[in-house]
Every structure is written in structure tokens, then in C-alpha cells.
């Protein structure tokens, strides 16, 4: 299926591939399932959905060249999405339980979970790829920037709600107040980790 020149299913074949795979957002997504279940995780998912389609949008009209003119913000960028995640990391390894009941930090608000998407590493390329790829030239930027905006808020929305799902799976498991310590203490480390592979890619 194309529209104004745009192939969607190799752009929504991409953009899944991208979207579901292991990241920031989806460790984050699993972690609030688990802490919070679907329904108070939900913000965290359009969130999540509408930060990545603005920012993809705005690249599809243009603004792209700042990074191409302007690398170092990129660095910058890259460093304040690895110190968000230490930030998170230390909260979930800070997180008391008391009463045989987990503490955790609140779930993210759609503001909060839109906002990370501009620190986000993983968002950027994403974005950025889609735009200088799957917007063909010639065609009007306005028109084929709204169409990949709600593709790419479909897609995000599918993808999030997957790992949310996964999170309030793994709750029962997880009923064990040091079982639940245990996961958001391994999640933490991971998020750790993937804050050093973004600031060392």
C-alpha cells in the first residue's frame, strides 16, 4: 500500500522492527507493567507514542539539518538520554518495600514519557531514519509528514502496549516482595547498561 509515494508496509515493517525491539522505553514499559499494571501504565504508552510521532514529524519537515549542522548536539543529546537512565536506575535501586509491599517511583506521566523521546538515543535514529527514508522527494511535506506521524503513533501504541502486557504478565510472578526487589534490581542494572552502551556507541 503507498500513499503519496510512501511504501506503508515496508515503512510500518520498519518502524515495528524498531519499536519492539529491547530499548529504554520498552525496559521502562515492562517495569511500569510490573509496578503498576495496564491501565496506570497507559499514559506512559501514548506518551511514548506522541513524543516519537512529533519528533519524527518535525524531522519530516526539515529540521533535520540541525544535526547534520550542529553534531555536537547529538552528543548532547546522547549524554542527557544516559544520565536519564542512571537517574531511573537509581530510583528503582533506591525503592523500599515496607509491609511486604514494593515501593516503586511513580509511573511516568504522557508528558514525562513524551519528553524522554528528545534525549532518547534510540528514538533519534529511529526518527531520523525514517524521515531521510521513507520520505520520498518531491512529495508535500506537510501531507506525507502527517501520514508517517500516524503511522508511527500506531505503530508505537501497538509496540508499547506489548511490553506493558509483558510486565503485567510477569506480575504474578512477581508477587514475592523480593522477587519484585530482585526484577527491579536486575532491570536497573540493565538500564545501567544501556545507558554505557548509548554514551560508548
Request: with cysteine; net charge positive.
Amino acid at each position: 500500500m503507498t500513499i503519496l509515494g510512501i511504501s506503508y508496509l515496508a515503512l510500518g515493517l520498519y518502524y515495528w522492527t524498531m519499536s519492539v525491539t529491547p530499548g529504554p522505553n520498552n525496559v521502562m514499559l515492562t517495569l511500569s507493567g510490573v509496578n503498576f499494571g495496564f491501565n496506570r501504565t497507559l499514559p506512559h504508552i501514548l506518551g511514548i507514542a506522541s513524543g516519537c510521532a512529533v519528533q519524527t514529524f518535525l524531522l519530516c519537515l526539515g529540521l533535520g539539518f540541525i544535526f547534520h549542522e550542529f553534531p555536537v548536539i547529538q552528543q548532547v543529546l546522547k549524554w542527557a538520554g544516559a544520565a536519564y537512565l542512571i537517574y531511573l536506575a537509581l530510583k528503582l535501586v533506591g525503592a523500599k518495600v515496607a509491609s511486604g509491599v514494593q515501593a516503586p517511583p511513580r509511573p511516568l506521566s504522557l508528558f514525562d514519557a513524551a519528553s524522554f523521546q528528545f534525549i532518547n538515543p534510540k528514538a533519534w535514529v529511529k526518527a531520523t531514519t525514517t524521515a531521510t527514508i521513507f520520505m520520498p522527494e518531491g512529495t508535500p511535506i506537510l501531507a506525507s509528514g502527517l501520514a508517517i506521524f500516524s503511522l508511527c503513533t500506531l505503530v508505537n501504541i501497538a509496540s508499547s502496549s506489548l511490553w506493558a502486557g509483558f510486565g503485567v504478565g510477569i506480575r504474578k510472578l512477581l508477587s514475592n516482595p523480593k522477587m519484585l526487589r530482585a526484577f527491579n534490581l536486575s532491570m536497573a542494572a540493565l538500564l545501567i547498561g544501556t545507558a554505557v552502551y548509548v554514551v560508548l556507541s
